[in-house]
C-alpha cells in the first residue's frame, strides 16, 4: 500500500538553527499537510498546501515556517531560527481531496529536537 | 474555539470485551468524523470515518455518531492485545484543517 514518507526519522539542531523537514506524499495525492505533536500533547495542525500555494494555516504556523513543494514529489516545511518549544514530532500527511471519504494519510514523522 | 475532547483514560479492557471510546466535539459545523490509532511513537493510522448520523461497522470496528449530541464514538469489539495504543478522535469542519483530541490510551490485558 502507498505510504507517505518523512526524512529524516530524527533531527537534532541547535537553538537558532534552520531546519528542513522532507515528506513524499502518496503519488496521486493532491492535498498535503504539516501536523506537530509536542510530547504528551495533542496533534495540532499547522498549514495546508493545494495546487503550489497555502490553502489554510493555524495560528503556529507563523513567519518562522514556511513550506514549498520543490518538485512533483517532494514537500518540505522549513523552520528558520529554531526554538527549544520546536522540539516535537512532525507529521506530514496527504489525501486525494478534501471531502469526507477522503482521509489524511500520515508519515511516521521526524522527531525535532532543539538543544 | 474548536475543542475536540476526549477521556484521556487510561482505558483498560480484559482480551476478549469491548472497548468503548467516546469523544465530543464543540463545533456544530463540524462535517466529517475520524479515529486514529496511534502506537507509542508512532504515526496516527486511520481506523473509522464517519459523517452521517448512526452507526458504520468495519470488521471489529463501530463508530457511532449523533450530531444532535456532538459525539462520536467507537467500539472495539473482541478486544486483542494488539489494539493497545492511544484513540486519536478528529474532526474536519468545512476547510481542510483536522482538529484532534489528546486521545484516549486503551490497554488490553490478555
Known amino acids: 500500500e502507498p505510504e507517505v514518507t518523512q526524512t529524516p526519522s530524527h533531527q537534532v539542531t541547535q537553538m537558532g538553527q534552520e531546519v528542513i523537514l522532507r515528506c513524499v506524499p502518496i503519488?496521486?495525492?493532491?492535498?498535503f499537510y504539516w501536523y506537530r505533536q509536542i510530547l504528551g500533547q495533542k496533534v495540532e495542525f499547522l498549514v495546508s498546501f493545494y495546487n503550489n500555494e497555502i490553502s489554510e494555516k493555524s495560528e503556529i504556523f507563523d513567519d518562522q515556517f514556511s513550506v514549498e513543494r520543490p518538485d512533483g514529489s517532494n514537500f518540505t516545511l522549513k523552520i528558520r531560527s529554531t526554538k527549544l518549544e520546536d522540539s516535537a514530532m512532525y507529521f506530514c500527511?496527504?489525501?486525494?481531496?478534501?471531502?469526507?471519504?477522503?482521509?489524511?494519510?500520515f508519515g511516521d514523522g521526524t522527531r525535532l529536537s532543539i538543544l | 474555539q474548536k475543542e475536540v475532547e476526549q477521556n484521556s483514560g487510561p482505558l483498560s479492557v480484559p482480551e476478549g470485551a469491548i472497548a468503548s471510546l467516546n469523544c465530543t466535539y464543540s463545533d456544530r459545523g463540524s462535517q466529517s468524523f475520524f479515529w486514529y490509532r496511534q502506537y507509542s511513537g508512532k504515526s496516527p493510522e486511520l481506523i473509522m470515518s464517519?459523517?452521517?448520523?448512526g452507526d458504520k461497522e468495519d470488521g471489529r470496528f463501530t463508530a457511532q455518531l449523533n450530531k444532535a449530541s456532538q459525539y462520536v464514538s467507537l467500539l472495539i469489539r473482541d478486544s486483542q492485545p494488539s489494539d493497545s495504543a492511544t484513540y486519536l478522535c478528529?474532526?474536519?469542519?468545512?476547510?481542510?484543517?483536522?482538529?484532534f483530541g489528546t486521545g484516549t490510551s486503551l490497554t488490553v490485558i490478555p
Open positions: 464517519i459523517y452521517s448520523n
Open positions: 478528529a474532526v474536519k469542519l468545512d476547510g481542510n484543517q483536522f482538529y
Open positions: 503519488s496521486n495525492h493532491l492535498y
Open positions: 500527511a496527504s489525501s486525494t481531496g478534501v471531502y469526507s471519504n477522503q482521509p489524511q494519510h
